[in-house]
């Protein structure tokens, strides 16, 4: 029997894996922190409307391990890697994507990949290996650390997004439009053709709708763990 190799826009949410030893201190960490408290609205998100009442699609955002996957420390910086093969056709739609969502939460282009909250690699995701395989344009991943380098240590987390740079410029944007809905901290994906973050791939791309900024917002006003600190005892 051969193999079925299908091309659709797959994304997968996935948490990064850590070692077994890596899962034990993390776990002790969470056990200590203080409980889950929400974090002020972004001014961008605070002073925004929908006068059209466009609802959203809050009840399909997953809730982790640390509750609601949001950002408290602004801007959020973002690394674009780049890509040696006709290098503007990938990074000018990966920006024009950034741009988009700068209007509702604070985002900055960084150079260094060490200190971004957000890396997105021109790289093509690994195949799903479900019944068949199927080939991914995008895949979005979080993994969760203790940031020591302030004066109280913060639980944080960082995201990385893969992203197929062999696509038109189209679809580079419409995909990292997409991921990085992801990644400010819609944790699924909406039932509606007509959302940025709907769950697959259409011929006409759509923008940021006001259904995903309702959902970014609700997602906003949810309690975490991350941003807050750990306690001292805890540290290694």
């Known amino acids: 029997m051969g193999l079925l190799i299908s091309t659709c826009l797959l994304v997968i949410l996935i948490r990064v894996p850590l070692s077994t030893a890596q899962e034990h201190k993390l776990e002790a960490k969470l056990a200590i922190l203080t409980a889950s408290q929400s974090h002020p609205l972004p001014f961008t998100l605070a002073q925004w409307q929908d006068p059209q009442n466009s609802g959203d699609y809050f009840f399909e955002v997953k809730m982790t391990e640390v509750g609601y996957l949001v950002w408290s420390q602004f801007p959020i910086k973002v690394y674009i890697q780049p890509y040696n093969q006709s290098d503007r056709l990938w990074i000018e739609p990966v920006i024009?994507?950034?741009?988009?969502?700068?209007?509702?939460?604070?985002?900055?282009?960084?150079?260094?990949?060490?200190?971004?909250?957000?890396?997105?690699?021109?790289?093509?995701?690994?195949?799903?290996?479900?019944?068949?395989?199927?080939?991914?344009?995008?895949?979005?991943?979080?993994?969760?650390?203790?940031?020591?380098?302030?004066?109280?240590?913060?639980?944080?987390?960082?995201?990385?997004?893969?992203?197929?740079?062999?696509?038109?410029?189209?679809?580079?944007?419409?995909?990292?439009?997409?991921?990085?809905?992801?990644?400010?901290?819609?944790?699924?994906?909406?039932?509606?053709?007509?959302?940025?973050?709907?769950?697959?791939?259409?011929?006409?791309?759509?923008?940021?709708?006001?259904?995903?900024?309702?959902?970014?917002?609700?997602?906003?006003?949810?309690?975490?763990?991350?941003?807050?600190?750990?306690?001292?005892?805890?540290?290694?």
């Open 96 to 236: 024009r994507a950034v741009q988009e969502w700068n209007y509702f939460l604070p985002l900055q282009v960084v150079d260094n990949f060490q200190t971004a909250d957000i890396r997105i690699v021109p790289k093509v995701p690994p195949l799903q290996t479900t019944n068949f395989l199927r080939a991914r344009s995008a895949q979005t991943r979080y993994q969760l650390y203790v940031n020591s380098s302030k004066p109280a240590a913060i639980l944080s987390h960082y995201c990385t997004i893969l992203l197929n740079p062999r696509q038109s410029s189209r679809y580079i944007q419409a995909a990292a439009r997409h991921e990085l809905g992801h990644a400010l901290g819609i944790w699924g994906h909406s039932p509606e053709a007509t959302d940025a973050l709907y769950f697959s791939q259409v011929s006409d791309i759509v923008p940021i709708s006001s259904r995903d900024i309702n959902t970014l917002k609700r997602v906003y006003q949810q309690p975490t763990r991350l941003g807050w600190q750990v306690a001292a005892n805890s540290q290694p």
